[in-house]
């Protein structure tokens, strides 16, 4: 059982922990003044140390270096006795098991680290096969060019080992990378150790000035996951090391292991810079329910519009200019990289208004095919009577060629640039005779389309089946025809929050229910992991769930994912908005 | 073993991993030699009881150690050497003999005045090389001051070692002891004896007034650079403390052809010691009671001890000196940048995060 480990915060796979010691250390964090290790069996018989609470003690193990057959770790694996303080036990991705330990540590990372379809398979199954708010310690091998990567990846502890030997050898290490100290002629850090001429700089030097890098890095690490931006961070700085940007990019082949950890909504903004920003889950995962599970409830015709700088998109002068000229008599969708098509129901549901891309009007071969791709998909699933691109030039080789595929003509309705008198003109002209949709409707739609994205596939009419809306966009609330309140909109998310009837209806539905089973108490604020007897497996975090015990039915959004929940010894695994005693 | 005890269990089961992990490892190796040559032939210089000898030294093709047929050690790839399908006949071990004879002529004036023979297994094993065989190549070697054979403890027996002595051949046995600590040879060598079965092999020369020399393994796998220093360390102390055994010969681990530590070494999972680290073990030994030796084979290569490559000479030389001197002061004048990198492995490296520098 985790005792003297917590998770605090996560972001995507990395987390922000707290290692519980006497003075508490927030992870990711190096572990060098904490470690006390009781030694390798391999060498000696090793008693069980007394341990105490200032320091995380290694228990008598066996480490498997990288290369060891299996046959001989499943020989000389270890039982890891059951202590009372603060302990670790050593692991391999063979023998990685839940040993009752607060940290694991991994043997054989070094064999690994420069391989990234190695490192990235050691590290997902060494960290699925551990308790979800366990450690997980990376022994020898941290950088400062490493480091936010392995954080990443899901690594809480690691130590300045390779920092210093890298020093010894005159090996400058920084976060773009590492330089033969010979090589350079200036010292480009402002660490204490730095300041001074590069002629008095010696390996000593280096070595104080490497593990000050690693130390500063490691704060970024934290600050950014703090902010859920790593990912954002690592799309940058990963491209100083080759194998760093392969293991970005072979997690990102890990898309249930990655899936299974990201959020589904954050605060913050996703950074669309580079090439990888569109293998991201987020990205993935919105365009997979757009085409999925979202369902348009118009019967008018569908406008493909640019997206805008501004977010959300209805809030920009662009749109408003479109906004007047369609005079609700289409339904909007939005083309955009990375997100693909954002249907306007959606544009406010995270990523749509959070994400700031790099605009230069030249599409990349990969952002072509994507949105094409998506668009594709959206089209097929749902039916318009006609579809109007009133689109820049730039976009039309997406429009094109998913004419092409699906055998249909597009009316296109710009000339030179969408905002020009002469545009705007054509595409109000273009909808002449078409009936306006009213208020209502718009509302209603826009509450069932974020319950289909959210609860999945026909989940605004099975959760949302009677429904009058009050209050304004985007602050909207939903209730039943008796009154009762089901769900407001969160404008910062785009998505919906249950009250305790809303919770009710999905239970009833058919739509597959987020389910927590809790022990017989009555949870108050938030629910805490050892409360939790089993938790439905595609629980993200950030999603509604309904709690359900012997004594109470509540609703909250989860602050785990339902694997983590259910493995957790420790943390808070939900907020909990309402809840009733029963 | 007479008593089932779950530590024997373990210790059994950890042998049965090794031997079929060395088995598929050795059966990948398709190579096969010649019955009348022998593997190897070199001729150098020895510290010996009587001082410095020039020495023969054969590695003789016999069936190959009968050990290594059932998987055998970890580090171990000279069964590779090995004929196969086993036994070498009579004639062809003493052409061997007469082929290696023949090459000290062409590189040595006169007979050098020590003769080594190995086997890659227990010359002193009749299955390896039967006993009419064993006393005609004594006999052969009648006209030199001393000889050394390789054996296993098991076959250390007075009566064999006595077709020297009749020769008058000052006698040592050459034992592969490995490690004085019984864990690290059983489960990280994977050698099957005890340091009680070396001690009785060591009785046994000395009631046939024959000497032990003892080799010794520097830093088997699964262990860390400053365990394996420790071990050699404790090791040469418990070995100069039995009667008999005058030498070690503590021999840093290369990484052989087809062997696990190879696999090991593949994979980012072993490095051979640092030549500092033989540097360390000979100096704190230095002042035992018993000679202590090293030829680090393979110095300088990334698959033998080695520091960072600008040092490598300089320091074999030096290992190679103390050899002849005993003196720990040949190592006073050997510096190099990397000792700090190496003071720093020694210092941080824990079996866990091995190798933490290359």
């Keep these: 059982m985790t005792e003297y480990f917590e998770v605090i915060d996560r972001d995507g796979a990395a987390r922000i922990g707290d290692l519980r010691l006497a003075d508490s250390l927030t992870t990711p964090a190096l572990l060098d003044d904490v470690l006390e290790e009781a030694g390798s069996l391999w060498s000696d018989e090793q008693a069980v140390p007394d341990g105490d609470e200032s320091t995380l003690s290694v228990l008598p193990h066996r480490a498997f270096p990288a290369g060891t057959p299996a046959e001989v770790q499943a020989a000389f694996e270890p039982n890891y006795p059951d202590v009372a303080f603060p302990s670790a036990a050593v692991v391999s991705p063979e023998t990685a098991a839940d040993q009752g330990t607060d940290a694991y540590v991994l043997a054989g990372a070094s064999g690994f680290t420069g391989h990234s379809a190695a490192f990235v398979e050691a590290i997902t199954s060494t960290r699925e096969s551990i308790p979800p708010d366990a450690g997980l310690y990376l022994p020898g091998i941290a950088t400062p060019g490493n480091v936010a ?27 773009d990378g590492e330089y033969r100290l010979d090589d350079l002629e200036e010292l480009p850090c402002a660490c204490e150790a730095c300041q001074q001429r590069i002629e008095t700089f010696d390996r000593e030097d280096c070595v104080e000035h490497n593990v000050a890098t690693l130390k500063a890095e490691l704060r970024t690490v934290r600050n950014r996951i703090r902010q859920g931006r790593l990912r954002d961070y690592l799309e940058g700085q990963a491209r100083h090391e080759q194998w760093l940007t392969a293991t970005m990019r072979r997690l990102d082949d890990q898309y249930a292991y990655l899936e299974q950890r990201t959020p589904l909504v954050r605060k913050s903004e996703i950074t669309a810079a580079s090439a990888e920003t569109l293998d991201r889950v987020e990205i993935q995962r919105f365009a997979e329910r757009v085409t999925e599970r979202y369902q348009c409830r118009f019967d008018t015709p569908l406008v493909l519009l640019p997206c805008s700088a501004s977010k959300p998109y209805s809030d920009s002068q662009s749109h408003s200019q479109f906004q007047d000229a369609i005079n609700f008599r289409a339904h909007v969708a939005s083309m955009t ?46 039916d318009y009577p006609r579809v109007i691109a009133h689109i820049p030039e730039d976009y039309q080789a997406i429009t094109e060629r998913v004419e092409e595929r699906l055998g249909e003509t597009f009316e296109y309705t710009v000339t030179d640039h969408p905002t020009t008198d002469e545009s705007l003109e054509n595409l109000a002209a273009t909808l002449a005779g078409e009936p306006k949709y009213r208020k209502r409707e718009r509302q209603h739609n826009a509450i069932r389309a974020i319950a289909d ?39 910062e998310y785009g998505v919906l929050s249950l009250t305790l009837a809303g919770a009710r209806r999905w239970i009833d539905s058919d739509v597959p229910t987020k389910r927590v089973e809790i022990d017989d108490f009555v949870p108050h604020g938030s629910v805490l992991a050892p409360g939790i007897l089993d938790a439905d497996e595609s629980i993200r975090v950030g999603d509604e769930v309904v709690f359900e015990g012997p004594s109470a039915l509540a609703v909250g959004r989860a602050n785990m994912s339902g694997p983590e929940m259910a493995g957790s010894t420790r943390g808070i695994a939900s907020d909990i908005r309402h809840v009733t005693e029963r | 073993m007479s ?53 023969l030294t054969i590695v003789l093709n016999t069936g190959g150690c009968r050990w290594a047929r059932a998987g055998g050690c970890t580090m171990c790839g000279y069964v590779a050497e090995s004929v196969e399908g086993g036994t070498v006949a009579h004639e062809d071990l003493l052409a061997q003999i007469d082929t290696a004879l023949e090459q000290e002529r062409e590189m040595h004036e006169g007979t050098c005045r020590q003769v080594k023979i190995y086997t890659s297994g227990s010359f002193l094993d009749e299955r390896e090389v039967p006993a009419e065989t064993r006393g ?92 394996a220093i420790e071990d050699m360390i404790s090791s040469i102390e418990r070995c100069g403390a039995v009667d008999g055994c005058h030498t070690v010969s503590m021999n840093p681990t290369n990484v052989q052809r087809y062997t696990m530590v190879e696999q090991l070494y593949f994979d980012g999972g072993y490095r051979p010691p640092w030549l500092w680290s033989v540097v360390e073990v000979l100096s704190e ?57 190496w003071d720093g492995v020694r210092d941080r490296e824990r079996s866990y995060s091995l190798p933490l520098a290359q």
């Design chain 2, 136 to 227: 005609a190549i004594a006999e052969r070697f009648g006209d030199r001051d001393r000889i050394v054979v390789e054996s296993l403890p098991d076959f250390v027996d007075r009566e064999k070692i006595a077709d020297f002595r009749e020769q008058d051949l000052k006698t040592d046995v050459a034992i592969g002891l490995e490690t004085a600590t019984d864990r690290v040879r059983h489960d990280c060598i994977n050698k099957y004896f005890d340091f009680a079965d070396f001690e009785a092999a060591c009785e046994e020369a000395l009631a046939a007034d024959a000497g032990v020399k003892a080799y010794l393994l520097m830093k088997p796998p699964f262990l860390s650079e400053s365990e």
């Design chain 2, 285 to 341: 030994t230095a002042d035992l009671d018993v000679t202590v030796v090293s030829d680090p084979v393979g110095h300088g290569s990334d698959r033998g001890p080695h520091n960072c490559g600008e040092c490598d000479d300089r320091v074999q030389t030096a290992i190679k000196d103390f050899n002849l001197r005993q003196a720990e002061s040949v190592f006073a004048q050997v510096e190099c940048a990397c000792e700090r990198t």
């Design chain 1, 453 to 491: 994205y959210q609860f999945g596939a026909g989940a605004g009419e099975a959760i949302f089946d009677d429904l009058q809306v009050e209050s304004f966009h985007p602050k909207l609330r939903a209730k039943a025809d008796n009154g009762e309140q089901l769900a407001a909109m969160v404008p």
């Design chain 1, 149 to 175: 990567t392995l954080a990443y990846i899901g690594a809480d502890l690691f130590d300045t080992d390779r920092a210093v030997i890298r020093g010894t050898q005159g090996w400058y290490l920084t976060s």
């Design chain 1, 337 to 382: 990289s990375p997100i693909g098509v954002v249907p306007q129901e959606l544009e406010l549901t995270y990523p749509a208004q959070h994400y700031d891309s790099v605009v230069t009007g030249r599409w990349s071969a990969t952002e072509v095919e994507f949105v094409a791709d998506v668009l594709e998909s959206y089209l097929e699933a749902n």
């Design chain 2, 3 to 55: 008593q089932p005890s779950p530590e024997v269990y373990e210790r059994d089961r950890g042998m049965d991993a090794h031997n079929q992990v060395m088995r598929e490892i050795r059966a990948r190796n398709d190579a096969s030699y010649e019955p009348d040559e022998p593997t190897k032939v070199w001729i150098d210089e020895d510290n010996t009881p009587d001082g410095v000898l020039d020495s």
